[in-house]
């Protein structure tokens, strides 16, 4: 419901135990509701919104989530926001709060931002530099540098209590006539306590050898660093340092893709044969910080359909990346189709609680002979 510049919405819901979206398994055994209040203005957003979340067996845990955020823009160049959450369930009470700031500058557009969470069994302090940088046309670069402070939490059944240093990157774009490139890169470390040292990264290739060939290849090279952490083995002796062996995974696609059209001119997706026609290629990614750009460290959204014009769909890569290659020359609709389910990525989906912003819909004109690059951002609920 809108009225002026508030837009309220609220709704009911109950899912019964064991449900299933064909052969996977769903959120279930929950019921409940949810209300949200959006205030917009030219310089101010905010919304805050409240969701109660009871088991339908009373088997399951019962959850109270309350949200809200804010952001001002100060002027043309600056602007500044923070989101605070707080969730209560039969395991406790946990909250975060997270602030930042915006900054148009000459290489581009820069965020600081600065976390806060604490659950009951642990505590995360982080503080991020993200920057999108001003590159020529059909290219992209983000760099990203976060130190996080971790305390007390549990991984893997591990105490865990350590400083972490990591640098990000990702960029890419149309390098050569027929070549484009897209990677990212990932470097972590301890700088203090214990912790898996580690690095990862991904090339994606795409060669248009000629008008009916075309290769396409992807490189993925993950490593986890060896460390000690202390295990913990009996509460009646002390913790015992415990080598924790490296691990490495890595892999290559290869794809050679062939086209061919004979008879009549070729007719471009949307269009008449013999029409004028470009390319569009883009990203659905995972936008971590809700700035709804992908910045350095964001992953993208794998094996997501991607619709165009309501007709014609492809998949998303690994990367999250996808391509219709011959679109005609005007004006066409993207849309991400997805379903909801739990936690993992399967076909077709996005992983809970991530959202597509303007549900997964964006206008874009194609030119002739032209690449015509999009991203398309998920988001969490703030």
């Known amino acids: 419901m809108a009225q002026g510049r508030f837009l309220q919405n609220a709704g009911l819901f109950r899912i019964d135990p ?39 067996s009373g088997l399951g845990s019962n959850t109270t989530f309350l949200t809200g955020d804010l ?30 700031v915006d900054h148009s500058n000459a290489g581009g557009t820069g965020r600081a931002q600065a976390d806060f969470a604490q659950t009951p069994v642990g505590q995360d302090t982080a503080f991020t530099l993200n920057q999108s940088w001003s590159t020529p046309i059909g290219t992209r670069l983000s760099t990203s540098a976060s130190v996080e402070r971790i305390s007390g939490s549990l991984a893997n059944g591990l105490g865990q209590d350590s400083t972490v240093l990591s640098l990000a990157a990702y960029g890419g774009g149309q390098f050569a006539n027929g070549l484009g ?68 995974e890595r892999g290559m696609f290869l794809t050679i893709r062939y086209r061919r059209a004979a008879g009549s001119h070729f ?81 077709d989906n996005l992983p809970l609680p991530w959202s597509l912003i303007n549900g997964g819909r964006a206008e874009i004109q194609v030119t002739t002979r032209d690449r015509t690059e999009v991203d398309i951002a998920a988001q969490r609920p703030r």
Do not use: K
């Open 18 to 56: 064991g449900m299933t979206w064909g052969n996977q398994l769903i959120s279930n055994d929950a019921q409940g509701g949810y209300y949200r209040l959006n205030y917009q203005s030219r310089q101010l957003l905010a919304d805050v919104g409240i969701d109660e979340v009871r088991s339908v």
């Open 71 to 100: 952001r001002y823009q100060l002027s043309r160049d600056w602007g500044a926001g923070g989101v605070a959450n707080a969730s209560h369930s039969d395991g406790g009470t946990s909250w975060s709060l997270q602030g930042f």
């Open 181 to 248: 490139i897209e990677g990212n890169v990932r470097w972590a470390r301890a700088v203090q306590g214990q912790e898996a040292p580690g690095v990862a990264a991904n090339v994606s290739l795409t060669w248009q050898l000629s008008p009916a060939w075309e290769l396409l290849a992807t490189y993925y090279d993950s490593r986890t660093g060896s460390w000690t952490p202390l295990l913990v083995e009996s509460p009646l002796t002390p913790p015992v340092a415990t080598l924790a062996p490296s691990l490495q």
């Open 267 to 347: 007719a471009p997706l949307g269009g008449a044969p013999g029409a004028g026609s470009g390319e569009i290629a883009g990203r659905v990614f995972l936008d971590a910080n809700n700035n709804g750009r992908a910045d350095a460290g964001e992953i993208g959204a794998p094996n997501v359909t991607v619709v165009l014009d309501g007709r014609f769909s492809v998949q998303t890569d690994t990367n999250g990346r996808f391509v219709f290659p011959v679109v005609a020359t005007e004006r066409h609709v993207i849309t991400v189709i997805t379903v909801v389910t739990v936690v993992t990525v399967v076909t």
